[in-house]
T-cell receptor, first 117, second 112 residues
């Protein structure tokens, strides 16, 4: 099946610093999604990317769909304490790879972000 | 308020007991999913439903069953709970398979 490598696993940064995390895959994806999960809550969608090379921003967040369709990165600029949480990437493989028409998402294992005030 | 609701929020259950986790969405999404989240393993798909009346197995379906009698509801049943099913369970939905998924708040289940 599809494998997603998300890095780093965890980060400790100073408030105001920029953050970068990425996901790589051994296979291509049609869609890349980035989620944030706060403690005790469900993942919340931050950014969705649908086309290779696409660069999308959402406030201080910027994400890109890699040209090879096998990677994506998420940048957070000028971090603030409420950025703390776990960030997940998720990829949607082409239909032929999904099996049984399920269009399953493959999730990375997450990047835990800690922001030091 | 539009979105996905899950019930209960948390539950402690004796091994061997039957348990149904409820999930309801009011966004008229066609596809729904159940995941479990465990430390170090991320989110793993248990079962899915692309549309009302159909269901399919995900990565870790053993010990779980689902039904999709209508568009809004997608209950997950543990017929005879075991301690390895201790986890946080998330329901998700999407307008159509392949679109971005939206998650519920989760159910924290402990099986003793």
């Amino acid at each position: 099946g599809q494998q997603l490598n998300q890095s780093p696993q965890s980060m400790f940064i100073q408030e105001g610093e920029d953050v970068s995390m990425n996901c790589t895959s051994s296979s291509i994806f049609n869609t890349w999604l980035w989620y944030k999960q706060d403690p005790g809550e469900g993942p919340v969608l931050l950014i969705a990317l649908y086309k290779a090379g696409e660069l999308t921003s959402n406030g201080r967040l910027t994400a890109q769909f890699g040209i090879t369709r096998k990677d994506s990165f998420l940048n957070i600029s000028a971090s603030i304490p409420s950025d703390v949480g776990i960030y997940f990437c998720a990829g949607q493989p082409p239909y032929a790879y999904s099996g049984a028409g399920s269009y399953q998402l493959t999730f990375g294992k997450g990047t835990k972000l800690s922001v030091i005030p | 308020i539009a979105g996905i609701t899950q019930a209960p929020t948390s539950q402690i259950l004796a091994a061997g007991r039957r348990m149904t986790l409820r999930c309801t969405q009011d966004m008229r999404h066609n596809a729904m999913y159940w995941y479990r989240q465990d430390l170090g393993l991320g989110l793993r798909l248990i079962h899915y439903s692309n549309t009302a009346g159909t269901t399919g197995k995900g990565e870790v379906p053993d010990g779980y069953s689902v039904s999709r009698a209508n568009t809004d509801d997608f209950p997950l049943t543990l017929a005879s709970a075991v301690p390895s099913q201790t986890s946080v369970y998330f329901c998700a939905s999407t307008l159509a398979p392949g679109n971005e998924q939206f998650f519920g708040p989760g159910t924290r289940l402990t099986v003793l």
